[in-house]
């Protein structure tokens, strides 16, 4: 089975931007970043299907911007024009065919990066 491993969080101030990055250690299909916010329910955040076609959450469209790299087998979350309400975990994620919001059809997760936005 696949691994997956996310790098690149960190602090920064709002306004601000941010790359992160997830790792697979194999193949992957389509593929997708969650996010998870102290007390609350996990998030989808954007995702990118082995065609290449991509999709966001409305509360990032416009400012987040997500690619890969199939050479390296690595997955990116570019994040601009950060917020203080982006702060969270963020997990990367892959399944099989096609995209989806629901988090339950992603067979395989990263441990996660913490994205931390001040005000």
């Known amino acids: 089975q696949v691994q997956l491993m996310e790098s690149g969080g960190g602090s920064v101030q709002a306004g601000g931007s941010l790359r992160i990055s997830c790792a697979a250690s194999?193949?992957?299909?389509?593929m997708a970043w969650f996010r998870q916010a102290a007390g609350k329910e996990r998030e989808w955040v954007s995702c990118?299907?082995?065609?290449?076609?991509?999709s966001y959450a409305d509360s990032v469209k416009g400012r987040f911007i997500i690619s890969q790299d199939n050479a390296k087998n690595t997955l990116y979350l570019q994040m601009n024009s950060l917020k203080p309400e982006d702060t969270a975990m963020y997990f990367c994620?892959?399944?099989?065919?096609?995209?989806?919001?629901?988090?339950?059809?992603?067979?395989?997760w990263g441990q996660g990066t913490q994205v931390t936005v001040s005000s």
């Open positions: 994620a892959t399944k099989i065919w096609g995209c989806s919001i629901n988090s339950a059809l992603y067979n395989t």
């Open positions: 194999g193949k992957t299909y389509s």
């Open positions: 990118i299907s082995s065609g290449g076609a991509t």
